[in-house]
């Protein structure tokens, strides 16, 4: 998916749900949310457990890390839900580059900032600008 068509994704689930708040979509589209204590190498992960969609974050993060990190792995449970097994679980890490990491990167960048408020558009951010940016709270 390119990076504008992730955009859009978002753009859209900001207009159904009126909220840019990912713990709230996730509630609404039927992910479950859960909150576990793992050692600061874990920031969260999501997977798909028996046809339900989990989205797991460190308890042990603060509030705007686990706003970030949720909005991450939203962004994993709605662009590559085709990707899951019933195993699946990709722990966040802050410079892995591949292309899911930086997707999911762009989807946060896109739900948890404003455009109007950026010098760069969302969609031309590189992975280690948008960690860059969300640095200071993970």
Do not use: W
């Not at 190498?41 to 890390?65: L, R």
């Not at 960048?109 to 404003?114: M, T, Y």
């Amino acid at each position: 998916m390119n990076n504008e068509s992730i955009i859009e994704t978002v753009n859209n689930l900001i207009k159904i749900f009126g909220t840019r708040d990912p713990f709230l979509i996730a509630e609404k589209i039927g992910i479950n949310l859960q909150f576990r204590v793992y050692s600061q190498n874990i920031k969260g992960y999501c997977n798909n457990a028996n046809g339900n969609i989990n989205i797991i974050i460190n308890s042990t993060c603060d509030k705007a890390a686990q706003k970030i990190i949720c909005a991450h792995e939203l962004g994993h449970a709605i662009l590559h839900v085709d990707h899951f097994d019933s195993v699946f679980s990709v722990p966040f890490k802050k410079y892995k580059i591949d292309r899911f990491e930086h997707e999911a990167n762009i989807f946060a960048a896109a739900l948890l900032l404003k455009k109007e408020d950026l010098e760069i558009e969302i969609s031309k951010m590189s992975n280690y600008l948008i960690m860059g940016i969300f640095n200071n709270y993970l």
